[in-house]
């Protein structure tokens, strides 16, 4: 049985009158969902880019750093699945810190989510834009076009997909992630199966000596390790629009996790067996941009090849996709709650997705790339410094979750039988990890980002500034509007089919 949608009160802006709009619904199951999250992660795109960064990092040791990281995902993961069963409202990230810290530091975690997702679709458009320049002008010899021309295209064309249902954006990205993980997949096969090789490769399991592992970078690696499960969340931002979100979500945020360490372990332990650990690392610091595609004409054919250089703006498209999905449905939440203007939280009649919402992402990513066109920034370095600027403030927001998780249900004690190893241990562990990592990440913000001076202070600021923004906002709220800051999380509003709220409320903090 689909879960209730809840009605929420639009303004109209033809008449200032009030109506009701119907709340977000939808029957996708775990496999879509898991679909629909999967393409953020571009299985192609982070074997052939970032995966090499991990291995210059991480050194032979990365396979194992990506198992590790799943581990401490999986930790983080245990209680985030357990706190939706608990408190299934909607908003993710922004109603679970609201619902435990506070509707003050929730509406901050909410602006730093939104700020995260709009460098990230940053990140992915312009990086669509260089791509496919070099591919028009290096694969087909056609005429050559600036990027930007390529990523307003792009832009234009993933706002038509927001307008629509999610579902048909899951169908679409369902089939491109799958060609893209074929991709990987017939590599592995022919290193692990055939045992394609260059002169010094070999399969070992040197990744996982213990020389491999004590002489390793952890710090640096073990955090470009993390920013790979980048998005996973947005399972729970799509609750209003999944069949049985109780059972489904945590299918598929276990899910995804699982299947991001076991795929990026096997295919970054595939590379460095290609090559040879010593030889890998190499050029991993020397040639990271063609080292994949090196690696999969020699071991499988050039005619692979070319499919990967097509795969790879269609595995851009498909993240570009599901970053604009879940931005749009925090601006939605936020727009519902009467944060952010009330026509924010409005569906379409029609298609029943978040409309306005998804129209002021585009606007958003629209005016946040047109300073970089006018400047004439070089793209090739912006899109690693937007993508590492939005990883970077992913890691506050696991932290800051991590914290939520321990403080709900140790308030909501004697009320649940969540056991103690995932209401405690477990996000006791990731918040100590994510910790750790975020400082690591600030310690090393130019590393991370690839950029350093004025643009790295007001890339780390437009992070820690959203953040402040929104508490800044909240008591504002609580001083002056009561009305709104007690909608703050979409606790109030969230019911259950049988009209009882979610969760018991915690107070107007």
Not at 191 to 213: C, D, M, N, Q
Not at 416 to 432: E, F, K, R, T, Y
Request: glycine content about 12%.
């Amino acid at each position: 049985m689909n879960r209730k949608a809840t009605d929420v009160s639009v303004a109209s802006p033809e008449t200032g009158s009030t109506h009701k709009a119907v709340g977000l619904t939808g029957s996708m199951g775990t496999f879509r969902l898991f679909a629909l999250v999967m393409a953020f992660v571009s299985p192609l795109v982070t074997v052939a880019g970032w995966l090499v960064i991990l291995i210059a990092y991480g050194g032979p040791a990365a396979p194992a750093m990506m198992l590790v990281a799943a581990v401490l995902v999986t930790l983080f993961s245990l209680g985030f699945v357990a706190m939706g069963h608990h408190m299934p409202n909607p908003g993710a990230f922004y109603s679970y810190v609201a619902a435990s810290l506070g509707r003050v530091m929730g509406l901050g975690a909410g602006f730093v989510a939104i700020i995260v997702y709009v460098l990230l679709g940053l990140s992915s458009f312009i990086f669509f834009g260089v791509a496919a320049s070099n591919f028009v002008t290096g694969e087909l010899h056609g005429p050559h076009i600036s990027w930007y021309c390529y990523t307003l295209v792009l832009l234009a064309v993933v706002s038509v997909f927001g307008y629509l249902q999610v579902e048909v954006s899951a169908k679409v990205l369902l089939v491109a992630m799958a060609l893209e993980v074929v991709v990987v997949l017939i590599f592995d096969l022919a290193i692990f199966g055939g045992g394609r090789v260059a002169e010094k490769g070999g399969v070992s399991l040197e990744p996982f000596s213990w020389g491999s592992l004590t002489g390793a970078s952890w710090g640096l690696g073990l955090l470009f390790a993390i920013l790979f499960f980048n998005g996973f969340e947005g399972t729970a931002a799509f609750r209003e629009e999944i069949k049985n979100p109780a059972r489904t979500i945590g299918r598929a945020t276990l899910l995804v996790v699982a299947f991001v360490g076991i795929f990026y372990c096997i295919a970054s332990w595939a590379i460095i067996s290609y090559f040879g650990a010593d030889k890998a690392v190499e050029l991993a610091t020397s040639d990271p941009v063609s080292m994949f595609s090196t690696a999969l004409g020699a071991s499988v054919g050039t005619w692979l090849v070319d499919v990967a250089n097509v795969l790879l703006l269609s595995s851009i498209f498909a993240a570009s996709v599901s970053i604009y999905s879940i931005l749009a449905r925090y601006i939605y939440s936020l727009g519902v709650d009467r944060v952010l203007p009330r026509q924010l939280g409005a569906v379409h009649p029609k298609h029943n997705s978040p409309h306005n919402a998804a129209f002021a992402a585009g606007g958003l990513f629209l005016v946040g790339v047109l300073p970089f066109v006018v400047a004439g920034t070089d793209p090739a370095l912006l899109y690693g410094q937007l993508g590492g600027t939005g990883g970077y403030g992913y890691l506050l927001l696991f932290a800051l979750v991590s914290l939520a998780v321990i403080v709900y249900f140790w308030r909501q004690r004697g009320s649940h039988s969540v056991s103690l190893w995932v209401s405690v241990v477990a996000p006791g562990v990731s918040l100590v990890a994510m910790s750790v990592l975020l400082i690591v990440g600030i310690v090393n913000f130019s590393t991370l980002t690839g950029g350093s001076g004025v643009f790295a202070v007001i890339l780390q600021a437009a992070v820690w500034g959203s953040g402040l923004m929104g508490i800044a906002l909240g008591l504002f709220y609580r001083s002056k509007r009561p009305d709104i800051f007690a909608r703050i999380g979409r606790r109030n509003l969230s019911k259950t089919a049988s009209g009882s709220t979610d969760a018991p409320p915690v107070g107007l903090r």
